[in-house]
């Protein structure tokens, strides 16, 4: 079966530089949510999306943002990158409408920045 | 904020049955208890979920106590494999929106499994 499917899988980037993750749902999953793990710490909600409209806002900081276009994928832009934003970014996605509304998640995309 | 508690780590002793606890005092009416696991950096996997009634598939059991307040996961014969961090998660229903899907890892038991 489809999983999610989180692109690049590992991105090295410089301080001040800017990043993009990008997130390719399960197909018919309507709703995407972005995941941040430090080293030795637990996912920490970022974002949502339903429908292309962000549903809920968590811990994301404000040189951030996200969006999910009209095939559902979604992309994470990251700006003024800090070495603080070195982590795993997951991406889930979930049917929203669906009888089973498990969220299943992406293998993550290792953002190192230098 | 997390609304579950879980003791910080577990051990088990390989074909035995490992048995997760999850104390989740808070949970409102609507909202579902669900079990994710996290293999060493992997995206977390979901396991199982369910509302009130005990649940089973093929991967593991949630026993859930009648006043909702606590859960257990069961894995009937743990493997070496089964070596990961365990989330218990109070999601409400997404059907309603907003934050209700929002998956909120807390700190999750870490199980070793041992030969």
């Known amino acids: 079966a489809a999983g999610v499917i989180q692109s690049p899988r590992h991105l090295i980037k410089e301080k001040r530089e800017t990043a993009t993750l990008k997130c390719y749902p399960i197909?018919?999953?309507?709703?995407v949510y972005w995941y941040q793990q430090g080293p030795g710490q637990d996912p920490q909600f970022l974002i949502s999306?339903?429908?292309?409209?962000?549903?809920d806002k968590g811990s994301i900081p404000d040189r951030f943002s996200a969006q999910q276009f009209s095939d559902y994928h979604s992309e994470l832009n990251m700006s003024s990158l800090e070495l603080g934003d070195s982590a795993l970014y997951f991406c889930?996605?979930?049917?929203?409408?669906?009888?089973?509304?498990?969220?299943?998640f992406g293998q993550g995309t290792r953002l190192t920045v230098v | 904020d997390a609304k579950t508690t879980q003791p910080p780590s577990m051990d088990c002793a390989e074909g035995r049955a490992a048995n997760l606890p999850c104390n989740h005092s808070t949970i409102s009416g609507n909202e579902y208890v669900y079990w994710y696991r996290q293999i060493h950096s992997q995206g977390p996997q979901y396991i199982i979920h369910g509302l009130k009634n005990n649940e089973t598939n093929e991967m593991a059991s949630l026993i859930i106590t009648e006043d909702r307040k606590s859960s257990t996961l069961i894995l009937p014969h743990a493997t070496l494999r089964d070596t990961a961090v365990y989330y218990c998660?109070?999601?409400?229903?997404?059907?309603?929106?907003?934050?209700?899907?929002?998956?909120?890892f807390g700190k999750g038991t870490k199980l070793s499994v041992k030969p």
């Open positions: 889930a996605s979930s049917l929203e409408t669906g009888e089973n509304t498990e969220a299943f």
């Open positions: 197909p018919r999953h309507d709703t």
């Open positions: 998660i109070v999601r409400g229903n997404p059907i309603y929106g907003g934050s209700q899907g929002n998956l909120i």
């Open positions: 999306f339903y429908e292309k409209m962000q549903s």
